[in-house]
């Protein structure tokens, strides 16, 4: 896709788009390593089940959201060293607010994207962390 594109043929809207899915992509980095040690903070052999199977979803998605910039000709990000947690209970509680804001700010891009695997991939992304929300509940409520 875009052979030889330059962005001179880019919309503006197309910028803010590439904008948005780089930024997905560094917090799907970020969540990931998040995870890692958040996962460290607990030895509850059902806590870090959870945790890693969220971190499988958060590694689906940035495959997903690499392969729209790789489609859309534009450049991976760099990827900032992200906030890490230091107590597994606030860890946790953190990590539920992030998982929303995520959910909300990924609406943006499926709302700006008329690509069909765009869309698709980052609703899937949308449920995922909401549902991602929900698990995190259910580990503070048995605490
Ligand atoms: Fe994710
Ligand atoms: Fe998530």
Redesign the pocket.
């Known amino acids: 896709m875009g052979m030889g594109m330059g962005m001179m043929g880019i919309s503006s809207s197309d910028l803010l788009l590439i904008n948005d899915i780089q930024t997905a992509v560094i917090l799907?980095v970020q969540?990931f390593n998040y995870y890692q040690r958040l996962m460290a903070l607990t030895a509850n052999e059902q806590q870090r089940q959870i945790i890693t199977s969220i971190q499988r979803?958060?590694m689906r998605?940035y495959h997903w959201f690499t392969m729209m910039l790789r489609m859309m000709g534009a450049q991976q990000p760099l990827i900032p060293p992200g906030e890490l947690p230091v107590n597994f209970v606030e860890g946790t509680r953190e990590a539920i607010r992030l998982e929303l804001e995520?959910a909300v700010f990924y609406q943006t891009i499926a709302n700006r994207a008329t690509a069909h695997f765009i869309r698709m991939h980052t609703t899937r992304?949308i449920y995922?962390?909401q549902r991602h929300a929900t698990l995190l509940q259910n580990i503070l409520i048995s605490l």
Request: cysteine-free.
């Open positions: 799907e969540a979803d958060e998605h995520a992304a995922d962390e």
